[in-house]
């Protein structure tokens, strides 16, 4: 207890940590772009412990929440994750309520609440795509770290008129808009229609993640990863930003980026394209 008190003198402010103000700016941005109606969106961030540390007494659980999956890679790691019900437009507001701070306990299938989830709630109901889709990322780059998913309006629209086709897909991206090849090479993967919230669809998208950044679920919005909040942010802004010119160009097109300057773009931004798609 007297140690608890000690320690809990010299802990920071965590409505100051910049992982906490990271989470407030980027739900605000996401919500004023349209992209996160409602309750709609989810992220995680994988946190480092010691910098943590720093402001929360690591000792103290407030209360366990069994995850009902198991996560055993990610055994003693602390994520910061958006709340179930919660509204992005509120997270800035009172973050402590919209969002927690969860470690992964020893069993693998508890999560016990550091911080946050102040009236009572718990994680996203996408914990599983989340925590299945950081696996997977880890274990192609040790650098990862946040997952987010989104509602965008015109990638959902694109989806909605072009075939379910990774390949093909990602092709219309491209030839949408040179910026795109540059930022997501390494294309975008498609699920098909699924339940939301399943442990099947976050095996599903995991099993994507093994080889894409971002991946869309039909009829429903995308998944974006990254090394940091930019990289995941860009990465579905990007794709955001090319369905939107797909669409309003959509019957009208006159131009598209011939196959020879994406291999022009890919060469001189020193990427690698998605096999198959420039291929044909
Ligand atoms: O939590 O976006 O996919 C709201 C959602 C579910
Ligand atoms: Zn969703």
Known sequence: ????????????????????????????????????????????????????????????????????????????????????????????????????????????????????????????????????????????????????????????????????DEKDFTHKLWQSNTESIVVFPDGVGILPCMVCGTNEIGEATAEKMKKFRLVVWTNHGIYGTGKDMDEAFGLIETVEKTAQIYMLTLGHTVNVIPDETLWGLAKRFDVTPLEGVLEK
């Open 1 to 164: 207890m007297a140690e608890t008190k000690k320690n809990a003198g010299k802990l920071k402010n965590i409505l100051k940590a910049p992982f906490v103000q990271e989470m407030c700016r980027t739900t605000a941005n996401m919500y004023r772009l349209g992209w996160d109606e409602r309750n709609g969106g989810n992220i995680s961030y994988l946190l480092n412990e010691e910098e943590v540390a720093q402001y929360l007494d690591l000792g103290k659980v407030i209360r366990t929440i069994p995850t009902g999956f198991d996560a055993t890679p990610l055994i003693g790691k602390i994520f910061i994750v958006t709340g179930t019900g919660k509204y992005f437009k509120n997270v800035e507001y009172d973050p402590e309520t919209n969002l927690g701070i969860i470690r992964i306990a020893k069993d693998g299938t508890t999560a016990e609440l550091l911080w946050g989830y102040k009236d009572g709630g718990r994680f996203t109901s996408e914990l599983p795509a989340h925590l299945m889709s950081h696996i997977s990322r880890l274990s192609v780059d040790p650098a990862h770290r946040v997952v987010m998913h989104s509602h965008p309006t015109y990638t959902i629209a694109m989806n909605t008129v072009c075939p379910a």
